[in-house]
């Protein structure tokens, strides 16, 4: 069978590799620290969990609105005038199976061959494969360690070109931690409405933050109308494998999306939709009880890579995600993470994973108990003594 060549221009997402292998490790008895998936340990809020059996008791579980059903809609239109002070119209609201397909079918309804796409380095890989399936030219700007992995305004503005027509942001950051400040935001949008540029802003970790607050680009003058603001309920409410996203979109965008939706899932399941909308309007208490937790485990893991020689890694201000600087190890990222895996019995992700300029890193996810980090931080010293010794 010959496969299209697109498929060549497919990426996918590492970490689901990586846990296989530790998975097929402890198969054989091998005790493994899990650091390389991005997913809360919390268990989704009961009252979630009770508003989706009540939903399929009453019969939801038929096809629905491509778009999403009118109540969740409404209740997302009504979160976002709570946490960024714009009205929004709920006929500008997508709900999705997951936050992800946003990403595919925003750049498949607006990237040809030949336009640019600008995107953060190092970033969540999907950004980057699916650019380049859809044939446009993906640009790649850095995220400098010494500015706590935020851009450098002045070179984002040096890859701006006639043909860009998109660019990517992602506050709070998967994989580094990083929080664009507001003057970031500021600029970005200046740029953004000088040249005619569409925004795909992903503010999954929105809630997931510890120091400053969160800034959407949504929330500025005139930017609601070039902004795609892609969200999702994974992260906030530990509700990953309920596959339930959504986007805030420029009206001439809706129809298109909602085509591919109905192209390609028909829908989002009806009764995981009232989970979502119990999700926002519901008791809101487990949210900063897990943000208190994250903060801990962060602090913990922080602290703990900065003690071992060869290794430096910033204190990130928000999601659930460290990534150190391994360079000073003198062996490469990726044969650091195999040998962390393969003979120290932790499952993290090298940084080349995330884009070129995740050289010499590492990504770690503090989504796991205190214990687990410990016992980690252990392997990861005594690893990277042993590597330092063969010097």
């Known amino acids: 069978m010959k496969l299209s060549k697109r498929m060549a221009r497919l990426g996918t997402e590492t970490a689901f590799q990586v846990l296989a292998r530790a998975q097929a490790l402890e198969a054989k008895g091998k005790d493994v620290v899990h650091l390389e998936i991005g997913e809360?340990?919390?268990?989704?809020?009961?009252?979630?969990?009770?508003?989706?059996?009540?939903?399929?008791?009453?019969?939801?579980?038929?096809?629905?609105?491509?778009?999403?059903?009118?109540?969740?809609?409404?209740?997302?239109?009504?979160?976002?005038?709570?946490?960024?002070?714009?009205?929004?119209?709920?006929?500008?609201?997508?709900?999705?199976?997951?936050?992800?397909?946003?990403?595919?079918?925003?750049?498949?309804?607006?990237?040809?061959?030949?336009?640019?796409?600008?995107?953060?380095?190092?970033?969540?890989?999907?950004?980057?494969?699916?650019i380049n399936f859809s044939g446009a030219r993906a640009v790649p700007v850095r995220l400098h360690e010494e500015l706590d992995f935020r851009f450098d305004i002045d070179e984002l503005k040096s890859k701006v070109t006639p043909r860009t027509k998109l660019i990517i942001l992602n506050s709070p950051h998967n994989p580094t931690g990083g929080v664009l400040e507001e003057d970031d935001i500021r600029a970005i949008a200046e740029i953004a409405q000088k040249h005619n540029i569409t925004v795909f802003s992903d503010e999954v970790y929105e809630h997931i933050i510890y120091e400053g607050k969160h800034h959407s680009i949504a929330s500025l003058p005139g930017m609601l109308d070039r902004t795609i603001l892609l969200n999702g309920f994974s992260k906030t409410y530990a509700m990953t494998g309920w596959r339930l996203g959504y986007a805030v979109m420029p009206p001439e965008l809706v129809e298109p999306v909602v085509r591919l939706i109905t192209n390609s899932v028909s829908c989002t399941a009806p009764f995981i939709q009232y989970a979502g909308i119990e999700a926002l309007t519901g008791p809101q208490d487990s949210v900063p009880k897990m943000v208190s937790e994250f903060k801990k485990r962060r602090d913990l893991i922080v602290d703990g890579l900065n003690q071992i020689p060869g290794i430096s890694c910033r204190r990130p201000k928000g999601a659930f995600y460290v990534f150190p600087n391994v360079r000073k190890l003198g062996v490469d990222c990726n044969q650091f993470a195999d040998y962390l895996l393969n003979e120290a019995g932790v499952?993290?992700?090298?940084?080349?994973?995330?884009?070129?300029?995740?050289?010499?890193?590492?990504?770690?996810?503090?989504?796991?108990?205190?214990?687990?980090?410990?016992?980690?931080?252990?392997?990861?010293?005594?690893?990277?003594?042993?590597?330092?010794?063969?010097?």
């Open 347 to 391: 499952a993290t992700l090298p940084g080349t994973h995330f884009g070129r300029y995740g050289d010499g890193y590492i990504r770690l996810s503090y989504a796991t108990s205190q214990e687990n980090i410990k016992k980690g931080l252990e392997r990861i010293s005594s690893a990277a003594a042993k590597i330092r010794s063969r010097r």
């Open 40 to 130: 809360p340990d919390f268990d989704t809020p009961r009252n979630i969990r009770d508003a989706a059996t009540e939903a399929l008791n009453k019969g939801y579980t038929h096809y629905c609105n491509s778009q999403g059903i009118v109540p969740v809609r409404v209740e997302i239109a009504r979160e976002m005038e709570k946490t960024r002070g714009v009205s929004v119209d709920p006929q500008r609201v997508i709900v999705t199976p997951g936050a992800k397909p946003i990403m595919f079918y925003s750049i498949l309804a607006l990237l040809d061959r030949g336009d640019e796409a600008i995107y953060p380095n190092p970033l969540y890989p999907i950004y980057e494969s699916m």
